[in-house]
């Protein structure tokens, strides 16, 4: 689902393969690859429960501090955040906070190894809210989002930090991290668009 490079012998693709379960036909597990310069090797990543794992998005910030982001969850249970995290010989679960219902993130970007943000939607079966998490080099923590809950910029869409203050996030809108706090950006106006989306963010320059 999503590749992420820091040079020509070091990228990262990550994404989800069916997974080992006979009882459970849609299960699917964490997939990672790592490209070495000529050829890509799977690279062994956890899981944590035996429904469902899938990676949408990865952000190599140095060659031991790659993060990815996605969702799981158990049979008959809710989608929650998943987060893990490569320091330079494996990958590990970070645990990362949910909203009520279902939970789940689709972009991450990072500045530093204390500057990571994470962006993604949840759904509590009435609301959809849109989730912007932080990373301080210990912990994920909830920020308040641009527009409040239902602007929902992230929620689909990407995330792209270019500095401590300033990053940006696309979906139904678009938000911009001052460093202090996420503000709205006006869309692009294209006429005789009823609703739209931006799924993806890229750095020129």
């Not at 956890?46 to 501090?65: C, F, G, K, M, W």
Request: charged share 10%; with cysteine.
């Amino acid at each position: 689902d999503a590749i992420t490079a820091l040079d020509a012998n070091d990228a990262w693709a990550v994404g989800a393969r069916a997974g080992g379960h006979p009882e459970f036909q849609a299960t699917r597990v964490t997939l990672t690859a790592h490209w070495y310069g000529s050829s890509w090797t799977a690279v062994p990543s956890p899981n944590i429960y035996d429904r469902s794992h899938e990676l949408l998005d990865v952000t190599a910030i140095a060659s031991n501090d790659v993060w990815a982001v996605g969702d799981y969850r158990n049979l008959g249970e809710n989608f929650q955040t998943l987060n893990l995290h490569w320091n330079g010989s494996s990958w590990s679960i970070t645990p990362s906070p949910n909203y009520p219902g279902e939970n789940i993130l689709y972009g991450v970007s990072g500045t530093s190894a204390n500057d990571v943000w994470a962006v993604g939607a949840a759904w509590d079966g009435v609301t959809a809210k849109q989730i912007f998490l932080h990373w301080n080099g210990s912990s994920w923590t909830h920020v308040t989002g641009p527009g409040g809950p239902t602007a929902c910029v992230g929620c689909t869409g990407d995330v792209l930090a270019m500095g401590p203050d300033d990053v940006w996030a696309v979906g139904s809108t678009i938000g911009h991290w001052n460093g202090t706090a996420w503000i709205l950006v006006p869309n692009p106006e294209l006429p005789g668009t009823i609703g739209m989306t931006l799924r993806s963010l890229a750095r020129i320059g």
